[in-house]
């Protein structure tokens, strides 16, 4: 599975925005200096982010972004969907039928299962990790992300439990 190019960078950028302490916010220059990327790149990843709620712009000569949102309000999940969507979704199969109209396998798939318990895996981490998960250092976040799936693991081995009896 790859991570997309907009999916990192509109997060670097989102982060980059949280962390600034600066009520006027940071400019798509200032965003497009810090992160080494182009200009038209940064207008329009913060155009995305603006739209979806995540960020607003300030006023002004000086203006720029600010975090509409909390950190501790922006889930993973929400965002990631919104720069680039889902791994799979229900339109994966229509998008990679081949040549042919539709999926030859449409009938009886099962890479399909596979790529839909991926997404749920994914989906249960990206729910549960913030914005504010990731606000301080690296060594910080591992921490806490790791924190986060030691739950769900350990939340998963309770399940198994109880079914069993």
């Not at 798509?28 to 709620?53: D, H, P, W």
Request: glycine share 8%; hydrophobic share 35%.
């Amino acid at each position: 599975m790859k991570i997309s190019a907009k999916e990192e960078h509109g997060l670097r950028i989102l982060l980059r925005i949280a962390r600034n302490k600066d009520k006027e916010g940071l400019s798509i220059n200032q965003l497009s200096e810090e992160e080494g990327l182009s200009v038209s790149y940064v207008a329009k990843i913060t155009r995305i982010l603006r739209m979806q709620g995540f960020i607003q712009s300030t006023p002004g000569r000086k203006g720029g972004y600010v975090l509409h949102k909390k950190p501790a309000d922006i889930p993973m999940m929400e965002l990631l969907s919104a720069l680039d969507g889902r791994l799979f979704d229900d339109a994966f199969c229509a998008n990679h039928s081949g040549s042919q109209r539709m999926c030859t396998n449409s009938v009886d798939c099962s890479t399909r299962s596979l790529w839909r318990i991926i997404q749920m895996a994914v989906d249960k981490v990206l729910e549960n990790v913030t914005l504010q998960h990731l606000m301080g250092d690296e060594y910080n976040s591992d921490n806490i992300l790791q924190e986060i799936l030691d739950r769900q693991v350990i939340g998963q081995q309770l399940m198994k439990k109880m079914e069993r009896g």
